[in-house]
């Protein structure tokens, strides 16, 4: 079976991941969610990559977990299995060393709302529908994903965006602070042009930046300092640091190459 989930490789070292089950609104299955898993970790790992875009098919982001799919599985531990892979991807994604764009349109709810989380930012067009609507089915929003939307929107804005379980347009989302910025047109375009100074930035740093940033949020400095400071010792060291320097000199843009 083909997959699901497409990788386009644009020039400048720009990448679309997109979800294309345009049918299930790009609710993800378990193979979805593990080849999306697969990318995030084949291009984290492309030197060739600077910038990643993850979007939808069809008008849509993702609405989540494929609800069908999953109310087909019985076994308990088979649904285990497909937690897990769930929050596999996400950690997938939290770690690729390159900056990430959501490029939201259409529903991204649920599963969805905290794949974009995921994301460094997110850019929505004026169709995005963002919400957690647990509260309309009867379920309770994994705590850790509640944790990440309290850091990104505010605990007053949490609870209401939980207790209320509606979806909100591009412009509360953005007034909230879940969406970075609105786009006038194509989400995709709009979400490269936000990340377009970061694909020139040197690699290192970035990769550095986001882990530190990530261990910072997650209480895990400690726990993690030993890999910062390589990250720091590295990039004090390298052919990077030494090109921005000569380029500062030599009144130039520098040229990075990520070592």
Request: aromatic share 8%; glycine share 8%; charged share 25%.
């Amino acid at each position: 079976m083909a997959s699901e989930i497409r990788i386009e490789r644009r020039d400048d070292g720009r990448a679309v991941v997109a979800i294309a089950r345009p049918h299930r609104r790009n609710a993800c299955d378990f193979a979805a969610w593990t080849d999306l898993k697969s990318a995030f970790e084949s291009l984290g790992t492309d030197p060739s990559v600077r910038l990643v875009v993850l979007t939808g098919d069809g008008g849509h982001f993702c609405a989540g977990d494929d609800v069908i799919a999953f109310s087909a599985v019985t076994d308990e531990g088979e649904k285990d299995i497909c937690r897990a892979r769930i929050q596999e991807t996400y950690a997938a994604l939290q770690a690729m060393p390159k900056p990430v764009v959501a490029a939201i349109s259409g529903v991204c709810v649920g599963g969805g709302c905290s794949l974009a989380m995921c994301c460094d930012f997110r850019v929505g067009d004026a169709s995005a529908r963002v919400g957690v609507p647990v509260a309309k089915i009867g379920l309770v929003y994994p705590t850790i994903q509640l944790q990440r939307l309290a850091w990104l929107i505010g605990a007053s804005n949490a609870r209401r965006w939980l207790y209320e379980a509606q979806l909100y347009g591009a412009d509360e989302s953005h007034r909230v602070g879940y969406l970075d910025a609105v786009a006038q047109g194509d989400a995709v375009e709009a979400a490269f042009a936000f990340g377009a100074a970061m694909a020139d930035a040197a690699p290192l740093s970035i990769a550095g930046s986001k882990a530190q940033l990530n261990a910072v949020l997650a209480g895990r400095v400690e726990q993690e300092r030993a890999a910062l400071d390589a990250m720091v010792f590295r990039a004090d060291r390298s052919e990077d640091f030494r090109e921005a320097a000569l380029a500062f000199k030599e009144k130039r843009k520098p040229t990075f190459k990520g070592r």
